[in-house]
């Protein structure tokens, strides 16, 4: 059993930054993609950033340009680099590791930012 584990979430004012890390509990071999998502209250949750295991990035729109995803394949980590961030970024975010025959997530850590 694969168990995710998010970090770095936390309480930060408009305009700042925050990394989020994601890291499995052993190594996941052949894990096609790695992705962060999050969900706010009251609404779904939803695809912020993905990576492939060539490296090739996608961003929701609304967070291209400030949010950086990266990942460590060898290690089965995945980061995501949020900058100027805003209140309507405040969420949960989780991460999710998959492949056609996997697929795996965090439970959530809680990103919270203030006006």
């Known amino acids: 059993q694969v168990h995710l584990v998010e970090s770095g979430g936390g309480l930060v004012q408009a305009g700042g930054s925050l990394r989020l890390s994601c890291a499995a509990s052993r190594v996941i071999s052949l894990i096609n993609t790695m992705a962060w998502y999050r969900q706010a209250p009251g609404k779904q949750r939803e695809l912020v950033a993905s990576i492939t295991r060539g490296g090739i990035t996608d961003y929701q729109d609304s967070v291209k340009g400030r949010f950086t995803i990266s990942r460590d394949s060898a290690k089965s980590t995945v980061d995501l680099q949020m900058t100027s961030l805003k209140p309507e970024d405040s969420a949960v975010y989780s991460c999710?590791?998959?492949?056609?025959?996997?697929?795996?997530w965090g439970e959530g850590t809680q990103v919270t930012v203030s006006s």
């Open positions: 999710r590791a998959y492949s056609h025959d996997r697929n795996y």
